[in-house]
């Protein structure tokens, strides 16, 4: 579902969904399931560029990391 490189540092992952995963989808079914991803997505033209979220981990504990990687997970598997 989801596939992202390894950064050299920082404090976030760009997580990009295979096509057969919308970001859009993915978004709308975490928060049916009680986790809110929150951010933008820019693109000049009507299409996006990309099929992705940044996934920030500076400021949340590793409970809260768990319980997003758990909901994505089961949207995989949907």
């Known amino acids: 579902m989801i596939e992202f490189t390894k ?3 920082g404090m976030a992952l760009w997580l ?3 096509k ?3 970001v ?4 709308n079914k975490a928060s049916s399931m009680g986790l809110q991803l929150l951010g933008s ?4 033209g009507k299409e996006l560029k ?4 940044r996934f920030g981990f500076a ?10 990687v758990e909901v994505l997970k089961k949207i995989s598997l949907k």
Do not use: C
């Open 7 to 9: 950064p050299q540092g």
């Open 16 to 18: 990009r969904f295979k």
């Open 20 to 22: 057969e995963f919308p």
């Open 24 to 27: 859009s989808q993915v978004i």
């Open 41 to 44: 997505s820019y693109s000049r």
């Open 50 to 53: 990309h099929n992705g979220i």
């Open 59 to 68: 400021s949340v504990n590793e409970s809260d990391i768990d319980f997003a």
